[in-house]
């Protein structure tokens, strides 16, 4: 089952928040986020593990809700350079494969 | 930095040709694993493999085959190709045993097909 992204899309200043959702109709062991930039490959930026875990790095970070089967990705005071496709994939099992979800197309304005 | 190499960027191909996309990773990882992109859909995941000659079916196999005869090389194959399959083709790898659940993907940078 194809976790729910939302926003599809959103644009923003130069400096705003975003927050980005991934929702899952299954119980989950992990949730993946990429980046990708226009031509480029996406890459990755963290994994999330079942047990409520918050992870960061710099001006991101997500968090992990397993009981509503949904994470977040925090883009805090966002820079020109986040600007791109940010994708979820969710995992139900850890020997599972992940199953992406559409992707939330990100433009950040200067 | 793991390196996943996609032989081409871009390929054009005549429907009915067989063709050859090639995938290398230079980081010793057991698994390896070939996604399709195209818009509003996200990544698709076409074939993947946990193991030197060994391949399971994703979510989309129809109309492709793999092979991995060597650790560092997983190879996508469309049979016959068709103007359907013109799209992003993905090539990744992770570190680990079978499965997703836990590990990092690596990506190529793509092969664009086209089938005219």
């Known amino acids: 089952q194809q976790p729910v992204q939302s926003p599809q899309a959103v644009i923003l200043r130069e400096g705003e928040d975003a927050v980005i959702n991934c929702s899952s109709s299954k119980a989950l062991y992990s949730v993946h986020w990429y980046r990708q930039k226009h031509g480029e490959a996406p890459v990755f930026l963290m994994i999330l593990l079942k047990g409520g875990e918050q992870k960061g790095h710099e001006k991101i970070s997500a968090s992990f809700n397993e009981k509503k089967q949904q994470s977040s990705l925090y883009l805090t005071a966002s820079q020109l350079s986040y600007s791109g496709t940010y994708f979820c994939g969710t995992a139900p099992k850890r020997d599972d494969k992940i199953i992406f979800g559409k992707g939330t197309r990100l433009h950040i304005l200067p | 930095d793991v390196k996943v190499t996609q032989s081409s960027r871009y390929l054009v191909k005549r429907t009915g040709e067989k063709v050859f996309l090639e995938c290398v990773q230079d980081?010793?990882?057991?698994?390896m694993f070939w996604y399709r992109q195209d818009p509003g859909l996200g990544l698709r995941l076409i074939y993947f493999s946990y193991d030197v000659k060994m391949k399971e079916k994703g979510d989309i196999p129809e109309g492709y085959s793999v092979s991995r005869e060597k650790k560092e090389r997983f190879s996508l194959i469309l049979e016959s190709a068709s103007t359907n399959q013109t799209s992003m083709y993905l090539c990744?790898?992770?570190?680990?045993?079978?499965?997703?659940?836990?590990?990092?993907?690596?990506f190529g940078n793509g092969t664009r097909l086209t089938v005219t």
């Open positions: 990744a790898s992770s570190p680990g045993g079978p499965g997703q659940g836990y590990s990092p993907l690596h």
């Open positions: 980081m010793d990882h057991e698994n």
